[in-house]
């Protein structure tokens, strides 16, 4: 079990580019979040997969967010038309779905800085 | 909808002494999931600890230990023999078992320990 992965860990970029996240879940789990971290405040929930399909869309994940997960393995997180706003960390998560409480693990994060 | 409030921004504690992180959380569901997270400086999400909302007895992880009282709804984590390496952000976080699959986090606590 190497845990949940993800890259790149930083990325900067500047206003108005394109940017895309991976995310590896632990190799069992079925289950892939994605959440917001914005300094000083918890994660707030984007989105999630089960399996391959996306079942739960927050409203912060506003048209210029696009979220995959092809195969049901890893997923990326694109960002289209990156605002300053849109400077956070962004956490993935993966569970088992049907394991006790369904518990999520959290990866490291990418931190996204957007000049 | 669910609400999670933590309302001490930061704490801070003598090493090898004990301290209490309050939570209190808003559900309108009867059957959930309440979870402790703990977020080192600079390092990814670890889950503390959790408790079934159905089970009456109080979950223990080692020196962790949480007050749950469900009519009350608060979720208070202890931390007995406080070392320094217990020093990170706490994250109290809700999940209901049918419906939505996201965590709602609370606000967080810093914790400090004082050698």
């Known amino acids: 079990d190497t845990g949940v992965s993800q890259n790149p860990r930083h990325k900067i970029t500047k206003r108005g580019q394109n940017v895309t996240f991976r995310c590896d879940p632990i190799?069992?789990?079925?289950?892939l979040y994605w959440y917001r971290q914005t300094l000083g405040q918890g994660p707030e929930f984007l989105t999630y997969?089960?399996?391959?399909?996306?079942?739960?869309k927050s409203r912060l994940l506003s048209d210029r967010f696009s979220a995959e997960r092809p195969k049901g393995s890893f997923s990326t997180l694109e960002i289209q038309r990156t605002e300053q706003g849109d400077s956070a960390m962004y956490l993935c998560?993966?569970?088992?779905?049907?394991?006790?409480?369904?518990?999520?693990?959290f990866g490291p994060g990418t931190r996204l800085t957007v000049l | 909808a669910q609400t999670v409030t933590q309302s001490q921004p930061e704490m801070s504690v003598q090493e090898a002494e004990t301290v209490t992180l309050s939570c209190t959380y808003d559900?309108?569901?009867?059957?959930?999931?309440l979870f402790w997270y703990k977020q080192p400086p600079s390092r990814q999400m670890i889950l503390v600890i959790r408790q079934e909302a159905y089970k009456q007895q109080n979950a223990t992880e080692n020196r962790f230990s949480v007050n749950f009282q469900k009519a009350a709804k608060s979720f208070s984590l202890k931390i007995s023999d406080s070392q320094l390496g217990d020093a990170a952000m706490y994250f109290c976080?809700?999940?209901?078992?049918?419906?939505?699959?996201?965590?709602?986090f609370g606000q967080g606590t810093r914790l400090t320990i004082n050698p």
């Open positions: 997969f089960q399996n391959e399909a996306q079942l739960e």
């Open positions: 190799s069992e789990h079925n289950r």
């Open positions: 559900t309108s569901e009867s059957d959930y999931y």
């Open positions: 998560a993966s569970s088992l779905a049907g394991a006790g409480t369904d518990t999520q693990y």
């Open positions: 976080a809700i999940k209901i078992i049918q419906g939505a699959q996201k965590l709602v």
